[in-house]
């Protein structure tokens, strides 16, 4: 056994989308040397296990590393994001990450890139594909890019059993079929579950032979409202202003969620179904009309068995035939509850410090390490908002995400960081200039207005919020 010794400042574990846009950082603000380790190939994370039509959630223009644009500047002009800015596609992603690994990072001559190799801890990680071991020296920190634990249909295990004989796969399966099914039962409620039922319905499936296993509905963001262009103003800034009208006027938590869904912050697949969950999915106006020709919605829990002929929930069932495709769409995206300091001494734990935006907090996080020395400041500035999981959960996310967004404005110089860092996308629309229009003065006025009655309202709201979680950890 060969083990090689390395030193380094920063030892960067995963070279997904978090740890490129940390490294990424680094390397622009200070003059450190990075050693970057991960079991996968090629930098990208998941992307590299990602459905071949898979593509972004969110605009390209505010996902990667800050350095170097994904977006290509178009609006989708057919398809169902159409008059919305483009979304990267999964090859698009992998082939922008290779191209920062090969032109930026090992061209510095200051990133040492090692794939194919895991991580163990204390300074140590071996190659997957040899016996070599690696020990390395790490002068300044550690950086846990792995926290939020993406998990993907096609490399994980899902919770319950599939007999022998039955057809079950990962969407990832869904362009290799080549005969028609009596059916298809796509499993989850997420966001892989809508993209399997749009590509079905987008390849001349019959909504009528689709059936949808919805352990919980969700509350979906309008992409519409994630828009960082100005051309988008009165949306993406219109949204966050309904949103700061509903947390300052709402009576409780109902009544939060129905001025949210009337102000069109938050959609639903069934206005009749209440969700009990939220996971920050976003879905344009026209995916939700097709995702809405689905009629065969079951809504009994998880699935715990799936027999030739029978899909279990328990001790209740439905049918099912051998001739039926079972799309897994089961595995939760980032399925990571626990919170942690973010800065712990030799060590630094990627969260999140703004709602649903591992990336943007990637590179945050990285200027904070590169620009202050104390640690309980730098914990201050970069206080977690919590991942979404249930309904509920959207209010305390706000109330964190209010709460950082407060401080760092107080932080002299962190201002200008962020009007120029693209991954932030939305502080520029915030800022006042000549081509400010007055509607836009309106919206901009009623968010000034809304936000202290917000902050004041959230203590009695997030009193209400726990108490329905606590009775619903009861009851289940
Ligand atoms: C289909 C899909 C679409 C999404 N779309 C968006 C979107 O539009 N916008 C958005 O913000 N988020 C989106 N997300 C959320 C996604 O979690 C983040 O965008 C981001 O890709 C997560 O990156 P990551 O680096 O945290 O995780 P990963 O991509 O999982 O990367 C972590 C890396 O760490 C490596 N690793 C783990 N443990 C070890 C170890 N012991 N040793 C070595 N290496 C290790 C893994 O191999 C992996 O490559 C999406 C997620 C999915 C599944």
């Not at 715990?304 to 079972?326: E, Q, V, Y």
Request: hydrophobic residues 40%; negative net charge; aromatic residues 8%.
């Amino acid at each position: 056994m060969n083990t090689q010794q390395l030193e380094t400042d920063y030892l960067i574990i995963g070279s997904g989308a978090v740890g490129m846009a940390f490294a990424d950082v680094l390397l622009a603000e200070t003059d450190a040397n990075i050693v970057i380790v991960d079991k996968h190939h090629k930098p990208g994370g998941h992307w590299n296990d990602a459905y071949s039509f898979v593509t972004l959630h969110q605009p390209s223009s505010f996902y990667g590393v800050s350095s170097r644009e994904l977006s290509n500047g178009t609006v989708d002009e057919v398809g169902l994001n159409k008059g919305l800015a483009e979304l990267a596609s999964g090859p698009e992603i992998m082939a922008y990450y290779d191209q920062i690994m090969k032109h930026t990072f090992l061209p510095s001559g200051r990133v040492q890139y090692f794939p194919m190799c895991e991580y163990q801890g204390d300074g140590k990680f071996s190659s997957m594909l040899s016996n070599n071991q690696y020990q390395v020296k790490v002068n300044r920190k550690i950086i846990d890019g792995t926290y939020f634990k993406t998990s993907v249909p096609s490399t994980h295990t899902p919770s319950f059993e599939v007999a022998d004989g039955v057809e079950f796969g990962p969407l990832n399966e869904l362009p290799s079929l080549i005969e028609p099914r009596d059916d298809y039962v796509i499993v989850g409620g997420g966001k892989t579950a809508i993209d399997a039922v749009l590509w079905l319905l987008d390849n001349q499936i019959n909504p009528d032979d689709i059936s949808w296993i919805m352990p919980r509905d969700g509350w979906w963001i309008d992409r519409k409202n994630t828009q960082p262009s100005r051309k988008f103003f009165m949306n993406t800034m219109g949204a966050q202003a309904t949103q700061a009208e509903a947390v300052a006027a709402a009576e409780n938590i109902d009544d939060l969620f129905d001025r949210l869904e009337k102000g069109g912050v938050l959609m639903r697949l069934d206005p009749n179904v209440k969700p009990a969950m939220f996971h920050g999915a976003t879905v344009s106006r026209d995916e939700l009309a097709q995702l809405r020709r689905i009629k065969k919605v079951i809504r009994k829990g998880r699935v715990t068995r799936i027999d030739t002929n029978k899909i279990h929930f328990g001790n209740d069932s439905i049918a099912t035939t051998a001739n039926t495709m079972h799309v897994d769409c089961s595995a939760r995206a980032v399925p990571v509850n626990e919170i942690y300091d973010v800065f712990q001494g030799n060590k630094i734990v990627v969260q999140t410090v703004r709602s649903y935006q591992p990336i943007f907090s990637a590179a945050f996080i990285a200027h904070i390490e590169a620009s202050y020395d104390d640690e309980a400041h730098k914990n201050d500035l970069c206080q977690v908002v919590p991942l979404p999981n249930h309904d509920t959960d959207w209010l305390f996310g706000m109330a964190a995400q209010m709460r950082n967004q407060m401080r760092w404005s107080q932080e002299p110089g962190l201002r200008d960081w962020l009007l120029s860092n693209r991954l932030d996308g939305f502080t520029n629309l915030v800022q006042q200039s000549d081509e400010t229009t007055k509607e836009q003065m309106q919206v901009l006025m009623r968010l000034k207005e809304a936000a202290p009655k917000a902050g004041a309202n959230m203590p009695k709201l997030i009193a209400q919020a726990m108490k329905i979680m606590a009775a619903r950890t009861a009851n289940s």
